[in-house]
């Protein structure tokens, strides 16, 4: 009982500050997700065993240059396509490898085009149209945090078929579909509320979250895995570390920035 009164505290404190960053203004958004991102880096870095100043200015120039300047399209484009590619790969060494190969080259490629260029796109979506909106990124962590929440609770209740159990043993079936179905549902109040878009569009997005979120937490899960630790961090208690709370939208980022990206031109 003790534990899960700490991990509602924590939860809600953390909550709490993202979206009064997120609703105060453009720029506390992003010192905020800098923040996070360097932070984050950190753990990432110790579970891949790499010892590295030069990636925290990768990080900071990134967000700097891709977020707040949003200088070039052309070049967003480039690091939207590299991102995919990576995560996709991720996604293969997931699903057929025993070990996610981390050779010196690649602990580079996937820190940068995984991790720091998941925080870019996290960013970028509330400016998918260069107009910054907060309702927007809040109702992706809502959908994020809708879907997390009920595939714990369901799949703790009444999973019975394991979805990945040599990679996470506690993950079910029926908590993924738990989740997707919680996160459907909220997406028509997310609709309800916002009135833009339409239901279809949120929708899609809360299926698009439900499925690429629980991928981002396997390639995690299979990181700490290799690494033979149980979190990433201590710095939420009852929760772990950053990574283990943002390990979702991290890899799922560049699909939920391409879908807007694809709304926008389609509409």
Same mark, same amino acid.
């Given at each position: !009982?003790?534990?899960?009164?700490?991990?509602?505290?924590? $939860?809600?404190?953390?909550?709490? #500050?993202?979206?009064?960053?997120?609703?105060?203004?453009?720029?506390?958004?992003?010192?905020?997700?800098?923040?996070?991102?360097?932070?984050?880096?950190?753990?990432?870095?110790?579970?891949?065993?790499?010892?590295?100043?030069?990636?925290?200015?990768?990080?900071?120039?990134? #967000?700097?240059?891709?977020? +707040?300047?949003?200088?070039?399209?052309?070049?967003?484009?480039?690091?939207?396509?590299?991102?995919?590619?990576?995560?996709?790969?991720?996604?293969?060494?997931?699903?057929?490898?025993? !070990?996610?190969? !981390?050779?010196?080259?690649?602990?580079?490629?996937?820190?940068?085009?995984?991790?720091?260029?998941?925080?870019?796109?996290?960013?970028?979506?509330?400016?998918?149209?260069?107009?910054?909106?907060? +309702?927007?990124?809040?109702?992706?962590?809502?959908?994020?945090?809708?879907?997390?929440?009920?595939?714990?609770?369901?799949?703790?209740?009444?999973?019975?078929?394991?979805?990945?159990?040599?990679?996470?043993?506690?993950?079910?079936?029926?908590?993924?579909? $738990?989740? !997707?179905?919680?996160?459907?549902?909220?997406?028509?109040?997310?609709?309800?509320?916002?009135?833009?878009?339409?239901?279809?569009?949120?929708?899609?997005?809360?299926?698009?979250?439900?499925?690429?979120?629980?991928?981002?937490?396997?390639?995690?899960?299979?990181?700490?895995?290799?690494?033979?630790?149980?979190?990433?961090?201590?710095?939420?208690?009852?929760? $772990?570390?950053?990574?283990?709370?943002?390990?979702?939208?991290?890899?799922?980022?560049?699909?939920?920035?391409? +879908?807007?990206?694809?709304?926008? +031109?389609?509409?």
């Amino acid at each position: !009982m003790k534990e899960l009164l700490i991990r509602a505290l924590s $939860g809600s404190i953390y909550v709490l #500050i993202l979206l009064a960053a997120t609703f105060l203004s453009p720029i506390t958004f992003l010192i905020l997700f800098t923040l996070l991102g360097i932070v984050c880096l950190n753990e990432f870095l110790r579970l891949i065993h790499l010892k590295s100043i030069v990636v925290y200015a990768v990080l900071i120039l990134f #967000i700097f240059l891709f977020s +707040y300047l949003q200088f070039d399209f052309y070049a967003t484009k480039l690091l939207l396509v590299l991102t995919g590619f990576v995560n996709l790969f991720l996604l293969k060494d997931l699903l057929w490898v025993s !070990m996610i190969p !981390m050779f010196e080259k690649k602990k580079y490629i996937v820190t940068i085009l995984y991790l720091i260029s998941g925080f870019v796109f996290i960013t970028l979506i509330p400016f998918y149209n260069y107009e910054y909106s907060p +309702y927007l990124i809040a109702a992706v962590f809502i959908l994020v945090w809708a879907n997390d929440i009920f595939a714990f609770l369901i799949g703790k209740n009444f999973g019975k078929r394991k979805l990945l159990e040599r990679v996470s043993p506690n993950k079910t079936l029926e908590g993924f579909f $738990g989740g !997707m179905v919680a996160a459907s549902i909220a997406s028509f109040f997310i609709f309800k509320y916002l009135a833009i878009f339409n239901p279809l569009f949120w929708l899609g997005l809360a299926i698009l979250i439900s499925l690429f979120g629980p991928i981002g937490d396997f390639v995690q899960s299979k990181f700490k895995r290799q690494a033979g630790v149980k979190d990433s961090g201590t710095l939420i208690p009852g929760h $772990g570390g950053v990574y283990d709370r943002l390990d979702s939208v991290v890899f799922a980022s560049p699909f939920i920035y391409t +879908y807007f990206i694809l709304a926008n +031109y389609v509409s």
